[in-house]
C-alpha cells in the first residue's frame, strides 16, 4: 500500500509547455506539501496547503499553482516551462494530531526534465 | 529567517566503523528537528525527529541524534555503518509543529568494504 503516490514519475517535456504533476495520499493527513530538489540535490519547499489554507513561498514564481480537489489530493500544475524547472518535485503529506504527529511523510518524487 | 547547515557534503567510512553527521541550525527558539535518509533514485524518509523532552532520540535502522541546544545542532549518529547505509541524509528543521520543513544541504555517505 503506497502512502504517498505520484505521477508520473519521470517527464520529459519542451520549453513553454504547461504540464501537471498528482500526488495522492491515503494516509488521511490534512496537510499537504511541495517540495523541490534541484541537481545538487538541495531541497525546497515550495508549498503548504491545509484545507483551505494556503501557504506558497514567496520565491516560487507564479507560473507554479497548486490545486487540492480534495484532502487527499494535491496536484502541482505548471506553466510556461522553462529550463531552470528541471528538477525532481516531491510531494509530502502530514498529519497535526496522533502519532505520527508533524512527521511527513514524502511521495517517490517525480524527475521532470525541461528541454 | 531560519537555516540549516550541513557542513559536510562528503563523508566516506569503512563498513563497520561509527558515523556522525553534522548538522546545525540558525534559528532564534528550538525549532522542530528532523534527519531524513534519501537512497538514490528514492524519496525521502524519516529516520528521527526531536520535539522535546529527552536530548539523545532513537531512530530507525540504529540511528540515534542528540540535541545540544549551546551548540545548536543536532548531529546523526550510528556506531556501525553497513554498506545499505550509503545514501544522502538531509537534516531539517521546522518552527513549529505542521510548518513547512528547511532542509539542509544533505550529506553524501559513501561507506567502504
Known amino acids: 500500500d503506497t502512502a504517498v503516490s505520484q505521477t508520473p514519475k519521470y517527464l520529459v517535456t519542451q520549453m513553454g509547455n504547461d504540464k501537471s504533476i498528482k500526488c495522492e495520499q491515503n494516509?488521511?493527513?490534512?496537510?499537504m506539501y511541495w517540495y523541490k530538489q534541484d541537481s545538487k540535490k538541495f531541497l525546497k519547499i515550495m508549498f503548504s496547503?491545509?484545507?483551505?489554507?494556503?501557504?506558497i513561498n514567496e520565491t516560487v514564481p507564479n507560473r507554479f499553482s497548486p490545486k487540492s480537489p480534495d484532502k487527499a489530493h494535491l496536484n502541482l500544475h505548471i506553466n510556461s516551462l522553462e529550463l531552470g524547472d528541471s528538477a525532481v518535485y516531491f510531494c509530502?503529506?502530514?498529519?497535526?494530531?496522533?502519532?505520527?504527529?508533524?512527521?511527513?511523510?514524502f511521495g517517490p518524487g517525480t524527475r521532470l526534465t525541461v528541454l | 529567517a531560519q537555516s540549516v547547515t550541513q557542513p559536510d557534503i562528503h563523508i566516506t567510512v569503512s563498513e563497520g566503523a561509527s558515523l556522525e553527521l553534522r548538522c546545525n541550525y540558525s534559528y532564534g527558539a528550538t525549532p522542530y528537528l528532523f534527519w531524513y535518509v534519501q537512497s538514490p533514485g528514492q524519496g525521502l524518509q524519516l529516520l528521527l525527529k526531536y520535539f522535546s523532552g529527552d536530548t539523545l532520540v532513537q531512530g530507525i535502522k540504529g540511528f540515534e541524534a542528540e540535541f545540544k541546544r549551546s551548540q545548536s545542532s543536532f548531529n546523526l549518529r550510528k556506531p556501525s555503518v553497513h554498506w545499505s547505509d550509503a545514501a544522502e541524509y538531509f537534516c531539517a528543521v521546522a518552527l513549529n509543529a505542521g510548518n513547512m520543513l528547511t532542509f539542509g544541504g544533505g550529506t553524501r555517505l559513501m561507506v567502504k568494504p
Open positions: 494516509l488521511g493527513h490534512d496537510t
Open positions: 496547503y491545509n484545507n483551505k489554507e494556503l501557504i
Open positions: 509530502a503529506s502530514s498529519q497535526k494530531r496522533g502519532p505520527s504527529y508533524n512527521e511527513q511523510f
